[in-house]
């Protein structure tokens, strides 16, 4: 069970750096092979630590970190979301959505 585990986390990782890649073309994190699989791995871990785990939320995460550097998560309107025990993964990601979509963005 551990080997397909395995497996499954790396075709996951695998799938975030090459979205990334397409997503984020040109920039500088994207165009270091080993520096993404790192802030995959790294972000992977930090999402699940605020109970980001469905592999779509993991994805918008990560799609966070790389937008908005690898640190958004200490920015006070992330930290405020994140640490916010009444949601779930799911509904940090969709609050994390509105507020970039609404504040953020002009």
């Given at each position: 069970?551990?080997?397909?585990?395995?497996?499954?986390?790396?075709?996951?990782?695998d799938?975030?750096?090459?979205h990334?890649?397409?997503?984020?073309?040109?920039?500088?994190?994207?165009?270091?092979?080993?520096?993404?699989?790192?802030?995959?791995?790294?972000?992977?871990?930090?999402?699940?630590?605020?109970?980001?785990?469905?592999?779509?939320?993991?994805?918008?995460?990560?799609?966070?970190?790389?937008?908005?550097?690898?640190?958004?998560?200490?920015?006070?309107?992330?930290?405020?979301?994140?640490k916010?025990?009444?949601?779930?993964?799911?509904?940090?990601?969709?609050?994390?959505?509105?507020?970039?979509?609404?504040?953020?963005?002009?």
């Amino acid at each position: 069970m551990a080997v397909f585990q395995v497996a499954q986390q790396k075709n996951f990782e695998d799938a975030m750096d090459a979205h990334l890649r397409v997503r984020f073309a040109g920039r500088d994190l994207v165009a270091d092979e080993e520096r993404l699989r790192t802030h995959v791995r790294e972000g992977i871990k930090l999402a699940e630590q605020h109970g980001v785990v469905a592999p779509y939320d993991l994805r918008r995460f990560l799609e966070f970190s790389t937008e908005y550097g690898p640190d958004f998560h200490t920015t006070p309107w992330a930290a405020k979301i994140l640490k916010d025990s009444t949601l779930s993964g799911c509904g940090k990601m969709e609050h994390l959505d509105d507020y970039t979509l609404f504040s953020l963005r002009p």
